[in-house]
């Protein structure tokens, strides 16, 4: 039981309205009032300010491999085993181990990363999108949802081209990604996990995990030009090569990342350009300062909230005492505001230079395809920007459909004219 001294800021839910609504201005009091917070509901440190994020996240003083047997440990006695299938998956997962085994892991994901998979792709993104906007335009009307028809679909169609995944398997695809990340949006932030998210979703898993296990075993007997057939062993398990098994774990979590993550950088960068007129029209005049715009996004508005870490051992910080094993919440959206680094920090701003961001994490947990997903999302939105330069928001832009998820931000509908 932790013994906490008082707080400067009351008790608060990360899944009330209120909060959900105002989760910036709540960043901004605890970074003032109380860096250090405990938060009863999460039963979770909340950690906020860019300093203490960026100099405690890297190395072994907070660790990812404890989170999900803490986590299940919260479950009344035998509760576990519903969730053990899923579990036995997700518990592979880089995110969820430390070194050795994430150096290992991570070296061979790798591969999926170099930049002559980045130059192999982007060609093909390109024909993604030029496809999907023909068919937004062969409509006949002006307007579409940009979530719908763009983001969401987008992102999932470059990663089956990338793993040869068939075009007809796209709508499976989709919606095995959109299960994992329910069942993750509910796992990374409750105490105690969902039984019904975890029923709603368990056929997903086995499905996809059955459909790769399949595809390995096919490019096995004959290799294809894509990704999987890249990433697979003849010796597998063997000299670092990972086992099938692991393989298939990895590439799951890839999937989850690599759908989710820049339908929401892309819905949330759009939205920031409707927001800030003068940068969309500097950009539509130059399609070089995209990075810069996207750097601007990741920071005011990035994907993740926070990521989950547990201490590897007792630590003071800010007078407030963590001890082992509790967990903690790194809040990187709270980092990217921090006035003590950043300038007009609610500003986007595309000329800042100096820090930069945490939104991909820190130390060697920071995202692997970091490089990647830049380079897909500026693609797609220099080909939606070219295509329709007069593009306008028909919803409200002030209030805005959010997912309803304190841990993974992005818009859930965008109705747009152009």
């Known amino acids: 039981m932790n013994i906490i001294q008082e707080q400067a800021v009351e008790q608060f839910s990360v899944y009330s309205k209120e909060y959900l609504k105002n989760r910036y201005a709540y960043y901004k009091r605890l970074r003032t009032d109380a860096p250090v917070y405990w938060n009863e509901e999460m039963k979770s440190w909340f950690i906020t300010r860019y300093e203490d994020i960026s100099k405690n996240l890297p190395g072994e003083k907070f660790i990812s491999s404890t989170v999900i047997e803490n986590k299940m440990s919260n479950l009344a006695e035998g509760e576990d085993k519903h969730f053990q299938d899923i579990i036995d998956i997700i518990s592979t997962w880089m995110v969820y181990n430390d070194r050795p085994v994430h150096t290992q892991l991570k070296g061979f994901m790798n591969r999926a990363f170099l930049m002559n998979e980045i130059e192999l792709i982007t060609p093909e993104i390109k024909?993604?999108?030029?496809?999907i906007i023909y068919g937004v335009v062969q409509q006949g009307t002006n307007s579409f949802d940009f979530v719908e028809k763009i983001a969401h679909p987008i992102p999932a169609m470059v990663l089956c081209k990338m793993l040869g995944i068939p075009?007809?398997?796209?709508?499976?695809?989709?919606?095995w990604s959109d299960d994992i990340a329910l069942f993750m949006q509910n796992?990374?932030?409750?105490?105690?996990?969902?039984?019904?998210?975890?029923?709603?979703?368990?056929?997903?898993?086995?499905?996809?995990?059955?459909y790769l296990s399949d595809a390995i075993a096919e490019r096995r007997k004959e290799r294809k030009n894509d990704l999987l057939s890249r990433l697979i062993s003849d010796t597998p398990g063997e000299d670092g090569e990972l086992t099938d098994e692991q393989l298939i774990a990895q590439t799951m979590h890839l999937i989850f990342g690599g759908h989710k993550i820049p339908q929401f950088v892309l819905s949330n960068t759009l939205h920031l350009l409707f927001n800030n007129k003068p940068v969309l029209d500097m950009l539509k005049?130059?399609?070089?300062?995209?990075?810069k715009v996207l750097d601007e996004t990741m920071r005011l508005e990035g994907p993740i909230q926070y990521i989950v870490r547990h201490a590897s051992d007792d630590i003071e910080l800010h007078g407030q005492r963590i001890k082992k094993n509790?967990?903690?919440?790194?809040?990187?959206?709270?980092?990217?505001?921090?006035?003590?680094?950043?300038?007009?920090?609610?500003?986007?701003d595309i000329t800042r230079t100096g820090f930069r961001h945490l939104a991909f994490g820190g130390g060697y947990h920071t995202c692997i395809?970091?490089?990647?997903?830049?380079?897909?999302?500026?693609?797609?939105?220099?080909?939606?920007?070219?295509?329709?330069?007069?593009?306008?928001?028909v919803y409200d832009l002030e209030e805005p459909e959010w997912t309803l998820n304190p841990t993974f931000t992005g818009i859930t509908k965008m109705p747009v004219k152009y």
């Open 127 to 131: 024909k993604i999108v030029s496809q």
């Open 167 to 175: 075009g007809e398997e796209v709508g499976r695809f989709i919606k």
């Open 187 to 210: 796992f990374v932030v409750s105490h105690v996990p969902s039984k019904e998210i975890s029923d709603q979703i368990r056929n997903s898993v086995k499905e996809i995990y059955a």
């Open 285 to 291: 005049n130059d399609m070089s300062l995209l990075p």
């Open 326 to 348: 509790d967990s903690v919440y790194f809040f990187l959206a709270s980092a990217g505001r921090d006035e003590r680094v950043f300038s007009n920090p609610e500003t986007m």
């Open 369 to 393: 395809a970091a490089a990647f997903a830049r380079a897909e999302i500026i693609e797609i939105l220099r080909e939606v920007l070219t295509r329709f330069p007069n593009i306008e928001a």
